[in-house]
């Protein structure tokens, strides 16, 4: 295979724009002498949740943590369910089984990718507690049909942002809508650092406490640990890494969805699924991620041309060898397991050149022909 040059995600790319600034604000942490929760994370904290529009941003070591915080802030122990989805990053899943309960999963919509509210009432029983809707490749999930399922059946909401910083539903950001909320800033993320890391949002003052106790050893104050906690911190640098990089996330966003644009008016007409805007919402093309039933095709046509690409996700999450057979909803995720053998996605990030979408899509049409 050619060797790649038009790489799927190229977070160094985005480390390059920005240098200046993120070496500066590297150096002024170091030069600072407090490295573990000092005012590099309490500064991107109050930026983040002024930015999405909350009261409270918990730093946390990374997206995983984020969701067992947040499901151990809420109470949730033993024979308790959260629905989800298995069309997501293995992530999803893992994160509340780490937090000691039980996923249940539901059907995806084609359209938006994301859950189909229409399939969660019959997963409900006595032990549902929460629904965790993921905000898929950038698009918000149909909050306001999920929130009407929570409020009628008493259930918490908890937002799987990690692939949806900025992404809107009207005017109203992805992570305001439920209970509390879960970002990553893993990398290639829209906000990505340079390393591991990740946020809970909310409004609730309780809830944040609680989550800041969980996140270091359960400490209400040093070295007293009235809950079992974890050791999950924010590291000061990425902190500061991502506090740069906020103040550029709306002209970046911007750009993928030119990029999106762009994608969608050249590969538009051919047998090529494309990403669907749903009226009312805002994608952040995190993922540009198309369908064809000769993936695997295209992907090493292209990868025979220097372009990469990936697949997100090979397999869903009840397809996994880990969980296959143990999650209540996999016997019936028809959607789902209809889109996972069609889905590639192509490369996608700020500083993806319009000639080099051109040159994706002059590809692709090559090989349809």
Known sequence: M????????NPKAQYLSYKKEIDQAIQAVLDGGRYILGSAVRDFEAAFADYIGVDHCVGVNNGTDAITLAVKALGLKDADEVITVSHSAVATVAAVELAGVKAVVADIDPKTRCIDPTRIPQL???NTKAIMPVHLYGQPAPMDEILAIAKAHNLFVIEDCAQAHGAKIGNQKAGTFGDIACFSFYPTKNLGAIGDGGAILTNSNELADRVRWLREYGWKQHYISDLAGMNTRLDELQAAILKVKLAHLDQDNQSRRDLANRYISKLSGSSIGLPVMIEGTTHMMHLFVIEHPLRDALKETLGQTGIGTAIHY?????????????LRGCESLPETEKLIPRILTLPMYPELGEDQVDFVCDKIINWLE
Request: aromatic letters at 4%; a neutral charge; charged letters at 10%.
């Open 2 to 9: 050619q060797q790649i040059t038009i790489p799927v995600a």
């Open 124 to 126: 409900i029983t006595e």
């Open 314 to 326: 090979p397999m869903a999450i009840h397809q996994q060898p880990a969980y296959l057979g143990k």
